[in-house]
């Protein structure tokens, strides 16, 4: 028997939204996280003119921060309009956004963040006598009043998302966002030199960063030295380009200073940062083959655009734009940053790690900048592979008549096995290797270290400095040796035992890269599953890489000695099997 379907009445009819349920999605949209509300915080002081700038941090982000500027500041009278949603003094008709000079603009920044906190915003006009407040919670003025204040703007955040706890839910780890917000400080200090930075966290100063004196490149190179250290600031090469309108300003890393990922790279269009895969390209053009592959270069891009000729608002966090000209903008990234890279010449092995180590920087130290790198002697002959398996404590000797092993490609191993063979991917046998020990080491009894006759000065980007506070007790427990000499700087007495030496400040670089880019969410009790991952990752054989036979015979042996041989901590495969039999068949025997 047939049934009809029943017919349905229709509920879901078309209504309009509160306007409290309409604020809170607009501030979705524009704050997805605590550091999206500092961002917009920040932004607007700069925009103010402000000349210092300074950033306090209880707990977390999420918990509460404040932004204190002594930029133009805001009219009593103003201060409720600057909490209105499409408010903003920096656009007054449509055609303004075609030529728009600032950081904003949206207009959501203010009443976004007070849609789901609880806000107070003090401000001081320069001509004004005194200055004024008014608090916010959840998007609804609580009280206003006068307040004594220089003038200028102070903005405290407390209890972001106490209204959306949905939102709540999927928000990064404290510790997290804190890099993260290290991390767009120093952007922001790269992209405005004259002004000055003040972070502290939890009334602890993280750092200080005075106004650069010099201008132009000079003021961004004395801003990179107060970020990154003197030795790595003055190793960077300087560019300066100009076609058709366009102005590049770039300070480009050597080779050695190349990550394992993008995090290096920071790009501003008219001081604003950006996140451009065609500049990405561009950059990674311009170095060629001085890097081999799954390296990136460090670099920092200021290019200078029409504002007319780049549309900055085409998404809500402002961090993508279209150029107009994107063929132009490429070819004049990748071709000023090609012509002082092209007397670079590889190998690179004299250098020592990827972050600026010291003896390197001893010998350069009296040279010209832009040409020092072209003064290094070739490496010797003879010279050992960068990451080189090292060889079993339990490997045997090989005995006479004992199978050889081969090395197809400096890729892949292969070995002969009763009714077969076996081929052995190295970098995934080595990983697998690696993490098992690593894990080993990190649930059980620290790993030793192996110390390095000479010392290592190894300087760190300010979040990857912070990074290494936290992992500090998971790197000891691995066998890493290291001394804080205080940010940026970080001394290499000894590595893991196991591994190679040749480049231990790359590897530690790569492994702090690896731990951040695998965080988001994680939680922390992850941090020893996460640490683990990266260094196995980093640390083992690459493709490439040419390995003895005591080499091969020795990662053999502790391939199939680990829990899982079949593959690597991703789920590659390590290994596949050739039975005798498909060969036969393959060649026709019976």
């Given at each position: ?472 007790p998971w790197l000891r427990q691995l ?83 680990t829990s899982r041989p079949h593959g ?23």
């Open positions: 028997m047939l049934h009809r379907p029943m017919a349905t009445t229709r509920t879901d009819s078309i209504r309009r939204l509160s306007s409290t349920t309409a604020s809170h999605i607009a501030a979705g949209e524009v704050i997805e996280r605590p550091l999206s509300a500092l961002k917009e915080i920040l932004e607007n002081a700069l925009d103010a003119g402000a000349t210092r700038i300074e950033v306090r941090v209880d707990r977390s982000l999420d918990h509460a921060f404040s932004v204190a500027d002594d930029g133009c500041g805001i009219d009593a009278d103003e201060l409720d309009l600057a909490l209105e949603r499409h408010a903003t003094s920096k656009i007054a008709t449509l055609e303004d956004l075609d030529r728009l000079a600032s950081l904003g603009f949206r207009g959501e920044a203010l009443p976004s963040v007070a849609a789901v906190s609880r806000l107070r915003l003090e401000s001081r006009a320069r001509d004004a006598e005194d200055a004024s407040f008014v608090t916010v919670a959840g998007g609804s003025i609580t009280a206003r009043g006068r307040a004594p204040r220089a003038p200028g703007t102070t903005v405290e955040v407390a209890e972001l998302f106490f209204n959306t706890p949905a939102r709540r839910k999927f928000l990064h780890s404290g510790a997290g966002e804190l890099r993260a917000a290290l991390r767009l400080l120093e952007a922001f200090g790269l992209a405005f030199p004259g002004v000055s930075f003040r972070f502290l966290v939890d009334d602890r100063q993280r750092f200080d960063w005075p106004a650069a004196a010099g201008s132009g490149v000079e003021g961004r190179r004395e801003r990179a030295a107060a970020l990154w250290g003197t030795r790595h600031a003055e190793q960077r090469i300087e560019v300066a380009a100009e076609r058709d309108g366009l102005v590049l300003e770039a300070l480009l890393g050597l080779p050695e200073h190349a990550r394992a990922t993008r995090e290096g790279q920071l790009v501003f269009v008219n001081r604003r940062w950006i996140l451009s895969p065609l500049l990405a390209q561009a950059l990674r053009q311009a170095y060629g083959n001085l890097l081999p592959a799954g390296r990136f270069p460090a670099a920092t891009l200021w290019l200078t655009i029409p504002p007319g000729r780049v549309d900055v608002n085409v998404h809500p966090t402002k961090r993508e734009v279209r150029f107009a000209d994107e063929h132009l903008v490429f070819a004049l990234v990748a071709g000023a940053c090609a012509r002082p890279l092209a007397g670079l010449h590889p190998p690179f092995t004299v250098v020592q790690g990827g972050a600026s180590e010291s003896r390197w920087s001893e010998r350069v130290a009296e040279q010209p900048r832009a040409q020092t790198y072209l003064r290094l002697e070739p490496p010797p002959p003879g010279t050992t592979p960068e990451a080189a398996v090292a060889p079993s404590p339990k490997a045997p000797a090989p005995r006479d008549g004992e199978p050889e092993l081969w090395q197809l490609h400096r890729t892949y191993i292969l070995a002969p096995v009763r009714g077969g063979l076996v081929i052995l991917d190295q970098h995934a046998a080595h990983e697998r290797i690696l993490y098992e020990e690593a894990r080993s080491r990190l649930e059980g009894k620290q790993g030793q270290a192996q110390q390095l006759l000479f010392p290592l000065l190894v300087e760190l980007a300010a979040d990857r400095f912070d990074l290494l506070l936290e992992l500090g066998g890493w040796d290291l001394t804080l000499l205080g940010p940026p700087t970080v001394v290499i007495q000894g590595v893991p035992t196991g591994l190679r030496t040749e480049r231990p400040g790359q590897l530690l670089q790569d492994l702090l890269d690896g731990v951040a880019e695998g965080s988001g969410r994680t939680a922390s009790e992850d941090i020893a599953e996460r640490v683990a991952r990266s260094f196995a990752c980093h640390a083992a054989v690459r493709a490439g890489d040419s390995l003895t036979q005591e080499e091969m015979r020795s990662l053999v042996d502790r391939l199939f000695a690597d901590p991703h789920g590659r495969p390590t290994f596949v099997r050739l039975d005798l039999d498909e060969l036969h068949r393959r060649f026709g025997r019976s």
